[in-house]
C-alpha cells in the first residue's frame, strides 16, 4: 500500500497510474478559478491561519477524531474529517485536502477525482502570498516532500 507521502508525491509528478488514481479532468486554470472564489470570502493564509478558521468562515464544519480512511482524514458533504494523532504538518496538509473536497463537492464538480482534489489542494495551499514568502515560510506548517513534490522547493 502506497504511503501518502508516496501518493501524494506521484500524482504531484503527474505520475497517475503508479499512484493508483484516475487522470485529472480537470486542468490548473479550474484550481485558480476556485481559489478566486475563495478570495471573495476571505484572504486567510494557510500558512499563517490556524486551519478552524477556514472551516468557520467557509462554513466546513470540522470534526476531529479517529479517521482511518484516506490516510487519515475524509470528506462528507461539507463536514472534514482529520484525525487528530497525525504528525502536526501532514495534519495540515490533510486539512486543506478535505476542504479541496469540500470544494470539489459544494460547486458540483462531480467528475473530480482524487488527482483534482490534490492539484486543487496544491493551489489552495500554495497561494500568490505563500509562493511570494518562499518555501521556508511554507515549510514551517507543511511537510517537507509536499513542498518539493509541488515544486516549490527544488530536489538536491
Ligand atoms: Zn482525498
Not at 15 to 23: G, I, L, N, W
Request: proline share 4%; glycine share 6%; aromatic share 12%.
Amino acid at each position: 500500500m502506497l504511503s501518502v507521502e508516496d501518493r501524494v508525491t506521484l500524482v504531484l509528478r503527474e505520475r497517475f497510474e503508479a499512484a493508483r488514481v484516475p487522470y485529472p479532468m480537470f486542468g490548473w486554470s479550474h484550481y485558480k478559478s476556485i481559489q478566486r472564489q475563495i478570495d471573495q470570502i476571505h484572504t486567510l493564509n494557510p500558512v499563517v491561519d490556524e486551519f478552524d478558521e477556514f472551516a468557520r468562515l467557509e462554513g466546513f464544519e470540522l470534526v476531529q477524531g479517529r479517521i482511518y480512511a484516506c490516510g487519515g482524514s475524509c470528506a462528507m458533504g461539507e463536514t472534514l474529517y482529520v484525525g487528530w494523532k497525525l504528525d502536526p504538518k501532514l495534519r495540515a496538509l490533510l486539512c486543506h485536502h478535505e476542504r479541496a473536497h469540500g470544494w470539489l463537492r459544494r460547486l458540483r464538480w462531480e467528475d473530480a477525482n482524487e488527482a483534482d482534489a490534490w492539484r486543487l489542494t496544491t493551489a489552495i495551499i500554495l497561494t500568490a502570498p505563500v509562493r511570494e514568502q518562499g518555501p521556508l515560510f511554507a515549510a514551517s506548517r507543511f511537510p517537507f516532500w509536499f513542498l518539493a513534490a509541488a515544486g516549490l522547493i527544488k530536489a538536491a
